[in-house]
């Protein structure tokens, strides 16, 4: 057990006696915005201790403002694919996934979290453990408000350039960083710059349990300080299941934030965290016949030549998934993911 400090009353793992170098952080806390807030409509409705606000109420420039997105439906057990990168997922519905990284920040991530708990959306903070050792108190805000916490490492390396024992500290302290505040340890990792192999995520997978997440939107905010054009690329980017990318350290990101939810809000997009979409998600069989060691396709296949169209099958659906596992190393010169 490394030794612990008391930050603000919550108990977060020592960087110092992890033996883990904290790097500066990667942004201001002062940062100046680029540009002014995007347009924003106000959506009200009803919360702990609040009053709902009929549409008589609403000013009349907001006549036009769109309702809330609905809550999703209760999800079964979460059971993510095993040696895989989710990327994006196969569901019925309009279901997508916000996520944010980098955090928490101390100005902007509470800003985040007013706008999403005013429209009812829950999503999903790839957080590092250098920033959750800095603001406890704000990933304690994150988790208290329902949404869900990934292990982004604690200092941002790339993964696959690193030593095997660097990437423990890196990945283990973060998770116990964000039990010692939340009181749960993260199922997910974001590799920082997308970057993994299947080796390194085999690994990663059987001793921390973290399944790797990546993205299929990209809005490239940490480059394009501009809120209109973080809303113009969600906005051309996104369908059905995908995984969203944005950055909670980012007050233009944020200020952008209010319009694009209520956009696709007003296309008929539905919210879920990782887990709800991956609960969700609908694996093809070949993969899940591919996935079985032992299973009936392989006992098949010593009997007679009936199995070979399954396996022959099996080969062409795996050779995406490797792209999916290191294709992401979208590693861009002074690029933050």
Excluded at 63 to 69: D, I
Excluded at 244 to 273: C, N, Q, W
Excluded at 299 to 305: S, V
Excluded at 307 to 317: I, N, R, V
Aim: proline share 10%; glycine share 8%; charged share 20%.
């Amino acid at each position: 057990m490394k030794p612990l400090l008391i930050v603000s009353g919550i108990l977060v793992a020592s960087a110092v006696g992890a033996g883990v170098a904290i790097s500066p952080m990667l942004t201001s806390a002062k940062a100046v915005r680029d540009d002014g807030p995007a347009t924003t409509q106000s959506i009200s409705q009803n919360g702990p201790g609040g009053q709902a606000k009929g549409a008589q109420g609403k000013p009349a420039q907001q006549a036009e403002a769109v309702a809330p997105a609905p809550d999703p439906a209760p999800a079964p057990a979460v059971t993510p694919r095993k040696n895989y990168t989710y990327k994006s997922f196969n569901v019925d519905g309009n279901y997508i996934a916000m996520t944010f990284d980098d955090g928490p920040n101390p100005e902007t991530t509470p800003q985040l979290l007013a706008i999403l708990k005013e429209r009812g959306i829950k999503a999903t903070f790839f957080v590092l453990g250098n920033m959750v050792a800095k603001h406890p108190e704000v990933l304690k805000m994150i988790s208290d408000e329902g949404h869900e916490i990934g292990n982004h490492s604690w200092s941002h390396p790339q993964l696959t350039r690193i030593s095997q024992a660097a990437v423990e500290k890196e990945l283990g302290n973060t998770s116990e960083a964000i039990f010692q505040v939340t009181g749960k340890r993260p199922m997910y990792l974001r590799p920082p710059y997308g970057s993994m192999k299947p080796s390194l995520r085999a690994m990663i997978e059987e001793k921390y349990g973290l399944t790797t997440v990546n993205w299929a939107v990209d809005p490239n905010d940490w480059k394009f300080r501009d809120s209109q054009k973080v809303h113009d690329a969600i906005m051309a980017q996104v369908t059905p299941g995908a995984i969203v990318l944005s950055h909670d350290i980012y007050p233009t990101t944020v200020a952008a934030m209010p319009r694009i939810l209520d956009e696709l809000i007003a296309k008929g997009y539905k919210f879920g965290t990782i887990s709800e979409l991956i609960a969700r998600d609908k694996t093809p069989k070949v993969q899940l016949m591919a996935a079985l060691p032992n299973g009936k396709p392989q006992q098949a296949n010593q009997k007679d030549k009936k199995p070979k169209p399954a396996t022959a099958s099996a080969k062409p659906d795996a050779k995406p998934a490797k792209p999916a596992a290191s294709a992401a190393p979208q590693q861009r010169a002074g690029g933050v993911y």
